[in-house]
């Protein structure tokens, strides 16, 4: 699995399993992203003058216990051709230093890596980890799920009792995917908002793609401890994937949003 640390204590990464299609010269390779970030206490998100490190993940987490729900909200973005890459758009519970996450999000992958992974350029998915993704089918108002890029995403995975979860993801506009039956034992510790790159096991992260600036902005709430609150009430913080691979901006003035900026040095926050 790979590893990535600022302060030179390994720590076990969790993140995105993508899995390639069975591809003549290839074979069946699965990839994984993964997160490594420096401890932090907890502080006010907005206010947070240097963020996590990550091998690959950038957005904001927050952390605690009994974290039963998460809403994400963005607009999917270019997979990005110069430079070519893969990337992962996604809200999530979990995963940071555990080993179990559940999440869901979309896909941007550009060519030549459109081709061999499932999913193909833009499509929407949930994973509980260690399982590989599910691609969404049958969505209502269009069966293929499809996605691309500018469409606005809004998915919310929430608690219903004991370990029985509901998967929610709506693609504005255009299509509903409604999941009930999934069954997953979370330590409910953590929530995310992240732009990802994934990496093949025990190798350097697949880069991220150009795909310029990513967007969360809306209804990106979780609710702990049967409160709700915005990103910024969570006392979430940020996390940038290095080297120089994405950037993540402060919180907007609302506290609910944010923008990842790839392969740039600075990043503005969204108007609220």
């Known amino acids: 699995m790979f590893r990535h640390t600022a302060s030179g204590s390994p720590r076990p990464i969790i993140g995105r399993r993508l899995r390639c299609r069975l591809v003549a010269g290839l074979g069946a390779l699965s990839l994984i992203g993964g997160l490594s970030m420096t401890a932090a206490g907890p502080a006010t998100a907005a206010t947070v003058g240097v963020p996590n490190i990550s091998g690959n993940w950038a957005g904001y987490v927050a952390t605690g216990t009994n974290i039963t729900s998460v809403t994400g909200s963005w607009t999917v973005p270019n997979a990005g051709t110069v430079p070519p890459g893969v990337s992962a758009t996604w809200v999530g519970i979990g995963g940071y230093k555990t080993s179990d996450l559940i999440q869901a999000g979309t896909q941007q992958a550009s060519a030549p890596y459109s081709s061999v992974f499932a999913g193909g350029a833009y499509g929407a998915w949930y994973e509980l980890l ?86 969360f902005d809306g209804a990106n709430s979780t609710v702990i401890n049967g409160v709700t609150k915005t990103i910024g009430e969570s006392n979430a913080v940020s996390t940038v994937a290095l080297p120089v691979e994405t950037t993540v901006s402060a919180l907007d003035s609302d506290e609910d949003g944010f923008n990842v900026c790839t392969y740039s040095l600075s990043c503005p926050a969204p108007p609220s």
């Not at 709506?170 to 790159?197: F, L, M, P, Q, R």
Request: with cysteine; proline share 8%; net charge negative.
């Open 130 to 215: 260690p399982a590989s993704p599910v691609y969404f089918t049958g969505c209502a108002g269009d069966p293929t799920c499809s996605v691309a890029p500018g469409d606005h995403m809004s998915v919310t995975i929430t608690n219903t009792g004991g370990n029985s979860w509901n998967i929610d993801m709506t693609d504005t506009g255009k299509w509903s995917y409604t999941n009930t039956t999934i069954n997953y034992v979370s330590s409910e510790s953590s929530a995310e908002w992240i732009h990802e790159a994934p990496s093949a096991a025990g190798a350097v992260p697949i880069p991220v793609g150009g795909s310029g600036t990513v967007t």
